[in-house]
T-cell receptor, first 110, second 113 residues
Framework: DQQVKQNSPSLSVQEGRISILNCDYT??????FLWYKKYPAEGPTFLIS?????DKNEDGRFTVFLNKSAKHLSLHIVPSQPGDSAVYFC?????????FGAGTRLTVKP | DAGVIQSPRHEVTEMGQEVTLRCKPI?????LFWYRQTMMRGLELLIY????????DSGMPEDRFSAKMPNASFSTLKIQPSEPRDSAVYFC???????????FGSGTRLTVV
């Protein structure tokens, strides 16, 4: 069962513009949300996270927004850079039980 | 499609015991990955296979860990002997290609006491 959904398999953005990656979840027990970034031939690496007690967390060019009522979170990358081109996994956790979305491939064009 | 199937769902074992985690990938997926997830490190890639052949095991923490894929429909991750610090959730994932399209299993929560 897909408790975490990333409905856009791919996203293409021009360098310097904003990238917005979206994620929806169904389980209201999730209390911790993460984004992972994955380059080809590498494992996913942790990017940014947010606790359910917050609605925004910012780290440099990356900001994650959480809308609990809508069970929706998003990752904003501003400004986007070609090196950001990767697959981004949304993940949601409850009691160390983590579920991942299928991933969104972001391509940042120079 | 039942997805990637991992078993057991939970495993509690005593230190020093052998632990075997199992994974059945999605049929037709040529890549199989083993990940370990901890709150400290997030998701770590342990090893991955392509067409049943181990390609990169650099993430395997030490010799106590071993993984096999005897055929396209089955893989095991073995820890012998197990230690408390091995306690984590272990994920298996399969993919038809490298880089995306991952389907993860539900994970095995291992607790070594």
């Amino acid at each position: 069962d897909q408790q975490v959904k990333q409905n856009s398999p791919s996203l293409s953005v021009q360098e310097g513009r904003i990238s917005i990656l979206n994620c929806d979840y169904t389980n209201s027990m999730f209390d911790y949300f993460l984004w992972y970034k994955k380059y080809p031939a590498e494992g996913p690496t942790f990017l940014i996270s947010i606790s359910s007690i917050k609605d925004k967390n910012e780290d440099g060019r990356f900001t994650v927004f959480l809308n609990k009522s809508a069970k929706h979170l998003s990752l904003h990358i501003v400004p986007s850079q070609p090196g950001d081109s990767a697959v981004y996994f949304c993940a949601a956790s409850a009691h160390n039980d983590m579920r991942f979305g299928a991933g969104t491939r972001l391509t940042v064009k120079p | 499609d039942a997805g990637v199937i991992q078993s057991p769902r939970h495993e509690v074992t005593e230190m020093g015991q052998e632990v075997t985690l199992r994974c059945k990938p999605i049929s037709g997926h040529d890549y199989l990955f083993w990940y370990r997830q901890t709150m400290m490190r997030g998701l770590e890639l342990l090893i991955y296979f392509n067409n049943n052949v181990p390609i990169d095991d650099s993430g395997m923490p030490e010799d106590r860990f071993s993984a096999k894929m005897p055929n396209a429909s089955f893989s095991t991750l073995k820890i012998q002997p197990s230690e408390p610090r091995d306690s984590a959730v272990y994920f298996c994932a399969s993919s038809p290609r490298q880089g995306d399209g991952y389907t993860f299993g539900s994970g095995t929560r291992l607790t070594v006491v």
